[in-house]
């Protein structure tokens, strides 16, 4: 019976090497139905495919058209680079271990089309706040206005809005009266100390320790309340704060994208939508007249470094 069970049952995917393989990346969309649609039939396909597989599943061209028996690897390794282009993935050399020492081959795979720059930001260490996505947002809807209307009266300024003005200094040295009412000081007054007040607030003193040292043994008749706070004020300020170093983040992981077609490392900003010149099919810089020998050189050169790439993914 359990083996009638186990028929049916799908096949787990293929694990690349620990280390290697899918990576996740980070604040994707929830997924959705409609996730790819705007992706041509192919592209959709191997996209929704990796972005079921777990992290760390191998995805290279080999194990994927093994996996899609619709498309061969040349298809594939077209569908992955049309992927990288609209922003859904990027590969990319990483140094991990203690020490970092260890260099492994990853892919990093985002439900959501990223830019150029999101992924840039993100090889740098640094998680964007801003979704840089491809796709355009929708604007935000505005008010309709129409001119033959009066704009609706500004509401007036109460004595609640007012209090929520005031700043914490404000109402420390506004409260010192209902701590001793030798001491009750008036709103020019406050406003005139309010700086002051404000630099004990900034070295970590609360307002009740402020009521409490500023009111801590006052004369019995106060002529100046206002004098005689700011005197107090000076006098009796405390030092500032003893900084406590932080410890040091640990470093940024040290990324390096490669070409998703061939492999060939460069900067992100070489490599817009993680291809290099030749995979983009923009020889414009190759030299002209270039000979046949020349050019077998160039396509062995690419069939090694194809064949190498296939080899460090299995």
């Given at each position: 019976?359990?083996?009638?069970?186990?028929?049916?049952?799908?096949?787990?995917?293929?694990?690349?090497?620990?280390?290697y393989g899918k990576r996740s990346a980070p604040d994707q969309a929830p997924r959705r139905r409609d996730d790819f649609a705007h992706l041509p039939?192919?592209?959709?396909?191997?996209?929704?495919?990796?972005?079921?597989?777990?992290?760390?599943?191998?995805?290279?061209?080999?194990?994927?058209?093994?996996?899609?028996?619709?498309?061969?690897?040349?298809?594939?390794?077209?569908?992955?680079?049309?992927?990288?282009?609209?922003?859904?993935?990027?590969?990319?050399?990483?140094?991990?271990?203690?020490?970092?020492?260890?260099?492994?081959?990853?892919?990093?795979?985002?439900?959501?089309?990223?830019?150029?720059?999101?992924?840039?930001?993100?090889?740098?260490?640094?998680?964007?706040?801003?979704?840089?996505?491809?796709?355009?947002?929708?604007?935000?809807?505005?008010?309709?206005?129409?001119?033959?209307?009066?704009?609706?009266?500004?509401?007036?300024?109460?004595?609640?809005?007012?209090?929520?003005?005031?700043?914490?200094?404000?109402?420390?040295?506004?409260?010192?009266?209902?701590?001793?009412?030798?001491?009750?000081?008036?709103?020019?007054?406050?406003?005139?100390?309010?700086?002051?007040?404000?630099?004990?607030?900034?070295?970590?003193?609360?307002?009740?320790?402020?009521?409490?040292?500023?009111?801590?043994?006052?004369?019995?008749?106060?002529?100046?309340?206002?004098?005689?706070?700011?005197?107090?004020?000076?006098?009796?300020?405390?030092?500032?704060?003893?900084?406590?170093?932080?410890?040091?983040?640990?470093?940024?992981?040290?990324?390096?994208?490669?070409?998703?077609?061939?492999?060939?490392?460069?900067?992100?900003?070489?490599?817009?939508?993680?291809?290099?010149?030749?995979?983009?099919?923009?020889?414009?810089?190759?030299?002209?007249?270039?000979?046949?020998?020349?050019?077998?050189?160039?396509?062995?050169?690419?069939?090694?470094?194809?064949?190498?790439?296939?080899?460090?993914?299995?």
């Amino acid at each position: 019976m359990a083996a009638a069970n186990l028929i049916g049952a799908p096949r787990p995917p293929a694990m690349a090497s620990p280390g290697y393989g899918k990576r996740s990346a980070p604040d994707q969309a929830p997924r959705r139905r409609d996730d790819f649609a705007h992706l041509p039939e192919r592209e959709a396909c191997i996209a929704s495919h990796i972005d079921r597989l777990p992290d760390g599943a191998a995805i290279d061209t080999k194990t994927l058209a093994a996996t899609l028996p619709a498309y061969g690897q040349q298809a594939v390794r077209s569908g992955l680079n049309a992927l990288s282009h609209a922003g859904h993935l990027r590969r990319v050399r990483e140094q991990v271990g203690e020490g970092r020492t260890q260099w492994v081959f990853r892919t990093y795979f985002s439900r959501t089309p990223r830019g150029d720059a999101w992924w840039a930001c993100f090889l740098a260490g640094d998680v964007p706040d801003v979704v840089d996505s491809p796709v355009a947002a929708a604007p935000r809807p505005t008010a309709e206005v129409h001119p033959d209307e009066e704009p609706p009266p500004r509401p007036a300024r109460t004595e609640q809005t007012a209090r929520t003005a005031r700043s914490d200094a404000y109402e420390a040295l506004a409260a010192l009266g209902r701590t001793d009412a030798r001491l009750t000081l008036s709103a020019a007054e406050c406003a005139a100390l309010e700086d002051l007040a404000a630099e004990w607030l900034a070295r970590g003193v609360t307002p009740s320790d402020f009521a409490r040292t500023i009111t801590a043994g006052l004369p019995d008749v106060v002529h100046s309340p206002g004098a005689l706070t700011r005197k107090r004020l000076i006098d009796k300020l405390p030092p500032e704060p003893v900084r406590i170093a932080r410890a040091a983040a640990p470093d940024a992981p040290r990324r390096l994208m490669e070409c998703t077609g061939c492999g060939t490392p460069g900067r992100p900003e070489a490599l817009p939508g993680g291809l290099c010149r030749p995979c983009r099919g923009d020889l414009s810089d190759e030299p002209l007249g270039a000979t046949e020998v020349e050019i077998h050189a160039r396509v062995e050169r690419l069939r090694a470094t194809l064949r190498t790439r296939e080899r460090r993914r299995t």
